[in-house]
């Protein structure tokens, strides 16, 4: 299905199309910029639906694939392609667009053209990391996306510490991207000495058989990238404050999409390329992720900050999806990703939710609330909600996600799968004591008396997330029926690559070439001689 559509390219790109617009724009006239990046984000989440509906469930490969010579000499080309393992990610992307942009209606006063083209990159970056099929393709996305989100921290984020927070998340990001870089020109070298052809491709590279004592250093370098990101206890630290100082558009798109490119890059690169190190390193990833469900979970109950309660839980919540994923079961990839989805939708309503609650009283700390349900009745319905779904209760999206993933890692690692549970227990104490203070019992702060409840902008703002989130838990074969394919096939690809390595280990018929020391001071021109 090469180069039989377009599609992947204008979702990547129409948000480009749309800074180009905006660059000629009067800053002067601030509404106008919103509604034209409000047009663009539309367009790029209907073009993401044709992607939806012309997709073939039943096709575990990649689909609408396109391949295009890019850096030929080099062995790098253009190639898209997406499969049941991104499609949701990426329709994440295009459905959160809008919202984001009705979610800055009011909160971004200052600076409106600017932030709106940092937004714009931004999607450019987070979708091009889903599709991509090449590996430095990847990578020139994944580097894009830094640029935008630093500077929605650094730029609009809280006056107090924003800085401290962008630059924090900044080195964290960059520390672990040069070590994947360092990886990804290993496995480049390595692969075309094997073979003879110098290539980035991802496909290509998933059929190269990388020797057992390389995988663990290659593995290791993807892990901490993507563990980062994630991220996984204990390189959480910069989440937090990236998320307390960043505006409430940073945070909400910091949650619900590029927390998700790590996980995502363990399903799609580091999982499937060192398939042996993987399986080798999964009782100690497994147990990072253990730690970081119960750790995120009873830091978050001491918070009284809001925003900073919401921002803990997502290390909990998102250490059930890198159980589920490493326990390599059908039912906990399947959940694993469904939980990234989930996440994305519970945890980015919740982060609308106090910035709501933000634009009213300027403060997060929940000492200053009390009662809010009496005077603002629609924002509790919302926000309960949500908050239920973020626990996971039967009927919404959380219960489903992370049901699966229990079941899955149930079978492959029990005890962690025992410990793991408590955290769905430990999440109920920590946001029904937070709602229960913040919405319930008088008012005794005379200045919650007169707040005003939701208007049409905000209702309009969170009435589609609900809408997936009740969808999702009643009914997520919708979204489970087209992943499941790809999702064996990613489970199978494992298993057969991970035998063929031991199976030439074993026989001694290994004949890819193995350095102890790795030289990668190797010249273009050494590589074009080798041809």
């Known amino acids: 299905m090469e180069n039989v559509s377009c599609y992947l390219s204008l979702i990547t790109f129409v948000p480009l199309l749309g800074v180009l617009v905006v660059l000629f724009i009067n800053r002067e006239c601030p509404e106008t910029l919103r509604w034209v990046t409000l047009v663009c984000m539309l367009i790029d989440f209907v073009l993401s639906l044709f992607v939806y509906f012309g997709f073939d469930p039943s096709i575990p490969s990649m689909q609408f694939v ?288 106090v910035g709501m609650i933000y634009e009213r009283r300027h403060t997060r700390l929940i000492a200053e609330f009390g009662g809010l349900s009496k005077v603002m009745p629609i924002f509790a319905v919302f926000f309960m909600v949500f908050t239920l779904s973020s626990i996971g209760l039967p009927g919404l999206n959380g219960f489903i996600g992370e049901f699966l993933i229990l079941l899955g890692s149930f079978k492959v690692f029990t005890w962690y799968t025992v410990f793991a549970a408590s955290g769905v227990i430990f999440a109920a104490v920590y946001m029904l004591w937070m709602f229960q203070r913040v919405m319930f019992g008088e008012i005794t702060n005379p200045k919650n008396l007169n707040l005003k409840d939701l208007d049409v902008r905000e209702i309009a703002v969170l009435v589609p997330i609900l809408i997936f989130v009740v969808w999702i838990g009643i009914y997520p074969n919708t979204f489970l029926r087209p992943m499941e394919p790809s999702v064996k096939n990613f489970i199978q690809h494992v298993e057969k690559k991970r035998a063929k390595i031991i199976a030439l280990e074993d026989e001694g018929k290994q004949t890819l070439p193995y350095v102890d020391k790795i030289s990668l001071v190797s010249s273009v021109t050494e590589v074009r001689a080798e041809r």
């Not at 940092?118 to 990391?129: A, D, E, K, S, T």
């Not at 390193?281 to 995120?296: E, P, R, T």
């Not at 001491?302 to 890198?322: P, T």
């Open 66 to 353: 396109e391949n295009h010579s890019w850096i030929q000499e080099w062995g790098i080309s253009y190639k898209l392609g997406i499969d049941g393992i991104s499609l949701f990610l990426v329709l994440l992307a295009t459905f959160l667009g809008p919202i984001l942009v009705l979610a800055s209606w009011k909160d971004i006063i200052h600076r409106v053209k600017e932030f709106m083209i940092c937004l714009l990159f931004l999607q450019v970056g987070m979708i091009g990391v889903f599709v991509s099929l090449d590996l430095f393709l990847f990578y020139v996305f994944w580097e894009i996306m830094l640029i935008p989100m630093y500077l929605l921290i650094g730029v609009w984020g809280n006056p107090a510490r924003k800085l401290y927070a962008a630059i924090k998340f900044v080195l964290y990001t960059i520390v672990g991207s040069l070590l994947m870089l360092v990886a990804i020109l290993v496995l480049y070298f390595m692969a075309g000495k094997s073979s003879g052809v110098y290539t980035f491709d991802l496909l290509k590279l998933y059929e190269f058989a990388v020797p057992i004592q390389a995988q663990f250093w290659l593995f290791l370098a993807f892990f901490l990238a993507f563990a980062i990101k994630v991220p996984m206890f204990p390189f959480h630290t910069w989440l937090p404050d990236a998320h307390t100082e960043a505006p409430t558009v940073g945070s909400v798109v910091l949650a619900a999409v590029l927390l998700k490119m790590g996980t995502y890059g363990f399903i799609r690169f580091a999982i499937p390329l060192f398939p042996n190190a993987a399986v080798d390193a999964a009782w100690w990833v497994c147990l990072l992720a253990v730690i970081g469900i119960i750790y995120g979970a009873w830091v978050a109950m001491v918070q009284v900050d809001v925003k900073r309660l919401v921002a803990f839980s997502s290390v909990s919540h998102l250490g059930f999806v890198m159980l589920g994923m490493f326990a390599l079961t059908s039912q906990g990839v399947e959940g694993s990703i469904l939980q990234m989805i989930n996440h994305g939708l519970s945890t980015g309503a919740l982060f609308l939710i």
